[in-house]
């Protein structure tokens, strides 16, 4: 194929900006679908995506128009999914970048265009919703030519929804938008920009060829892994996978290897071919770092392989979380996980019990802390039970966040009053245009991870946005806060938080704890202490078994010799019995809210 007749390019644009519905428009004017199984959120295959309606996985396509062959990838919206964003950055030359002709630039609009910029590409900007009542192009392109530097003369101003202005987009990027470089003829590079596992297929892996050409049935390698295979097939997505006899330089598709092993073909992967290898592999991808830690229990205990099993596959496909073996007093053995934030972890919890048919226990979200020892060592803890005692401890770092935050200005003090209630401190306060403003803070991550965002949207009518990257890690008085029932402590209510909020969390803790736990024939104390100090109580009463039912008149001491003989018997049962805390308590207690 002639390379200056092929288009790569990705649509990037905040979260519910119209991605994927642009998408759809592409795929009817390209006639690309059939009109009869044309719908809406097309390239969303995923059963979460469509009922959440958001993108959570990037997805590729090839489109055919005026005599071009264009690779579109629809990314996702969300901060949590930005990892896939710059994965499909990878494979193009260009972007789309979409903002809501109603609500102009956001947070993640602002993100997504640096991470562009950064990888050098050409950005066509684009209006949509300009159907909407509330839509003011003039001043979003105002907006765009003052924050992003893009002239206001070069925004396109479409309808995704009515598909008004979409031809004139697509002209502009075979227009705007460079075709690939690369050498059909040089030894074969491929990316592997994107894999999941097919239970008949094996490993499926989407790809970018940089050089070369990948034909059907040749002799491949995977340079990272060091492993030889057969391209048993490869292909093109139109949507619909198609089979393909060749891709060359420049060219988008997909390739399947017979790969069983998923750490073989992982996301940055190089292939190239066997016999006339490359000399050098491609620059893959910067492994992402996890922000959030929370541990998976399958509530069956023989589940523990199919879990380790699962979470590897899924690890294929969504490279940016991490997990390690784990054991808990508790909850049995499990896994330690990372994700990059809640929402990404509420994702990947979800698809496990969907997909792979797993009932899990997830252990409150936790962060990274850095713990200097008083012997000078620096030691990293992500679990709460893993945190050494407290005289052993000089100090404890946590991490924090760079927050932007884009909001109308009418709500900038109740937005200051949140920021600072969550140990904030300001670091600039810029207005973009008389109505909008741009926040930014330095804000620690475990005060983000929660319930941040959702407080932000309520505050705010639902108006602000919110992006953040991580920043440095930083000193604060924090503690470990333990929950001991009957005396035991239990590791999966444990909680490092800062000093100021160790109490709330554990009378919080010891009163929800008092309504799960069923009682016993002696008291349950409930307590929470930070290091030997108990900071909370809550008591489970006992039952009081009438053992004087039977006693008909005569003297009293008969009543008290039964009541003292009782008596000893619960004093015994305590200093001996064992409290189970059953397996809905702890999803209960376990539970976000």
Do not use: W
């Amino acid at each position: 194929m002639d390379l200056s007749r092929i288009r790569n390019i990705a649509i990037i644009a905040h979260i519910d900006h119209g991605k994927s519905t642009l998408a759809d428009r592409l795929l009817e004017l390209t006639n690309a679908v059939d009109p009869r199984d044309m719908r809406a959120q097309y390239l969303d295959s995923m059963d979460l995506e469509r009922e959440r309606g958001i993108t959570i996985k990037l997805q590729s396509v090839r489109l055919t128009h005026g005599g071009h062959t264009v690779h579109l990838i629809d990314t996702p919206g969300h901060v949590d999914f930005g990892y896939e964003v710059s994965r499909s950055l990878a494979a193009c030359e260009g972007v789309v970048l979409l903002v809501d002709a109603a609500q102009g630039i956001q947070a993640q609009t602002l993100a997504n265009c640096y991470l562009a910029l950064e990888s050098n590409l050409e950005i066509v900007p684009c209006l949509n919703k300009i159907d909407l009542p509330a839509a003011d192009p003039e001043r979003a392109a105002e907006e765009i030519e003052h924050v992003l530097g893009l002239a206001a003369d070069t925004v396109l101003r479409i309808s995704a929804k009515t598909g008004e202005g979409v031809k004139d987009l697509l002209d502009a990027v075979i227009e705007r938008v460079p075709p690939p470089k690369g050498d059909p003829s040089a030894p074969l590079q491929a990316l592997i920009f994107d894999s999941h596992y097919d239970q008949f297929r094996g490993v499926v892996s989407s790809i970018r060829v940089m050089n070369g050409t990948l034909r059907s049935g040749q002799r491949i390698k995977f340079m990272q892994a060091g492993t030889n295979q057969d391209a048993a097939e490869i292909g093109v997505r139109l949507p619909v996978p198609t089979p393909a006899p060749s891709l060359a330089a420049g060219e988008t598709g997909y390739l399947i290897a017979n790969v069983k092993d998923v750490g073989q073909a992982r996301s940055g992967e190089t292939v190239t071919d066997a016999v006339h290898p490359a000399l050098t592999a491609l620059q893959g991808y910067r492994e992402p770092k996890p922000m959030v830690y929370c541990g998976l229990y399958p509530i069956d205990a023989d589940d523990f392989g199919r879990l380790r099993e699962s979470l590897d596959r899924l690890r294929l496909n969504d490279a940016s979380f991490t997990f390690e073996p784990e054991t808990s007093g508790a909850l049995g053995f499990g896994f330690r996980c990372g994700f990059l934030g809640l929402l990404h972890m509420e994702i990947i919890r979800e698809r496990l019990e969907r997909e792979f048919s797993l009932a899990l226990i997830g252990t409150a979200p936790s962060v990274e802390y850095e713990v200097t020892m008083r012997d000078g060592k620096l030691v990293e803890v992500d679990n709460p039970s893993e945190m050494p005692a407290q005289a052993e401890i000089e100090a404890i770092a946590e991490p924090y966040l760079d927050v932007t935050i884009l909001s109308p200005s009418d709500y900038t003090g109740t937005l200051m009053e949140l920021c600072q209630a969550r140990r904030g401190e300001m670091r600039k306060l810029e207005y973009l245009s008389p109505e909008r403003i741009e926040l930014c803070y330095q804000i620690p991550l475990a005060e983000v991870v929660v319930d941040f965002y959702d407080q932000l949207k309520s505050r705010t009518q639902g108006y602000a946005s919110l992006d953040y990257e991580p920043a440095a890690y930083r000193r604060s008085d924090l503690v470990k806060v333990d929950v001991l029932i009957a005396g035991e402590p239990v590791d999966a209510f444990s909680l490092i938080t800062h000093r100021d909020k160790a109490a709330d969390y554990g009378r919080a803790m010891a009163d929800k704890l008092k309504e799960l736990i069923p009682r016993q024939q002696f008291d349950i104390a409930i307590q929470a202490a930070i290091g030997g100090k108990f900071v909370a109580r809550s008591t489970v009463k006992a039952y009081r078994k009438d053992v004087t039912a039977k006693l008909y008149g005569g003297d009293i001491s008969r009543k008290k010799k039964v009541l003292e003989k009782q008596k000893e018997g619960k004093k015994r049962m305590k200093s001996i019995g064992r409290v189970e805390v059953p397996q809905e308590a702890f999803i209960s207690a376990l539970r976000l809210d």
